[in-house]
């Protein structure tokens, strides 16, 4: 039986089914030739070439096989994979509760060398403060209808931030200057927050660039996301997070975080910004 995948999911599955078609015509095929070569129904490869159904694994390499292209199998192996995981709804992550979702992602952070984090309102949770984390979740647990095990959830955000002592790991983060002014929480835990950050920022496995709100830029990013080494993508509406492991989409958030990079301070620039922060929220 075939589950028809929710929106983001469908355009991915109606682009892979075209670059079959282009894969098809390109070996001057029908869509009757090739089908009787692997042995489908005829129906089958206009299905697949429509995104109605998406094709499994197995039928990506048949079908490279017999038009001559089998250089592209990985790639449209790694489109497959996006269509059944880069959309998982919130909700339905937190029905027991924000502590798993808190730990859902430890393996990956341990099988992670280098982290490319980019976000735009908020700090990453690996550097979270247990006061900023409660702020913040406490949102969370309301809008999503989430079982509330809030110290539980933080505990486990806190824990999964031992990640960063690994002597095997990098993580190059981008803030925009805009996620030192969110708070969550009064101006004490934002100040707090901040204070932490500068730690951090000390720490020699983490580097932390910070874009200025006033300048001219070369690009706006309209989400904050994550690079795990070249592996995969992962980015967070306010109802789901997504997945993307296809490589010509990886390679183009890589070129993204290299443009919002190009302008973002560094080293004392990026401390003295965070200190000048620090010292509105200490004033006000």
């Known amino acids: 039986m ?4 929710s929106s983001p999911a469908r355009q991915v599955a109606e682009e892979l089914g075209t670059r079959l078609r282009e894969i098809r015509t390109g070996a001057a095929l029908t869509g009757r030739a090739l089908a009787a070569r692997a042995g489908w129904h005829y129906t089958k490869v206009s299905r697949m070439e429509h995104g109605v159904k998406t094709a499994t694994e197995e039928e990506i390499r048949t079908w490279c096989r017999i038009c001559g292209a089998e250089d592209q199998v990985p790639d449209l192996i790694a489109t497959v994979r996006a269509i059944h995981s880069m959309y998982q709804e919130l909700r339905r992550q937190t029905r027991a509760g924000m502590k798993r ?7 990956l952070y341990e099988r992670t060398h280098r982290f490319r984090i980019y976000e735009h309102n908020v700090i990453p949770g690996l550097f979270q403060t247990a006061g900023y984390a409660r702020s913040m979740l406490t ?6 209808d989430a079982p509330n095990d809030l110290d539980v959830a933080v505990a486990a955000r806190l824990d999964r931030q031992q990640v960063i002592h690994g002597p095997d790991k990098r ?9 030192l002014r969110t708070w969550f929480g009064s101006a004490a835990v934002q100040a707090e927050q901040l204070e932490r950050l500068l730690t951090v920022m000390s720490h020699p496995h983490v580097s932390v660039r910070i874009i200025p709100m006033m300048i001219e830029r070369p690009c706006v990013a309209s989400a904050g ?3 795990f080494d070249d592996e995969l993508v992962t980015l967070e509406t306010p109802t789901a997070s997504m997945e993307i492991t296809r490589p010509r989409e990886i390679e183009l958030y890589a070129r993204m975080f290299e443009h919002l990079a190009s302008v973002a301070l560094a080293g004392r620039a990026a401390r003295s910004l965070v200190l000048a922060v620090i010292k509105e929220l200490r004033t006000d």
């Open 139 to 144: 949102f969370w647990f309301d809008f999503l």
């Open 225 to 227: 996301f994550w690079i």
């Open 171 to 179: 993580f190059d983060v981008l803030l925009e200057e805009q996620a």
């Open 2 to 5: 075939t589950t028809r995948p």
């Open 101 to 107: 979702l808190m730990q859902a992602p430890v393996p």
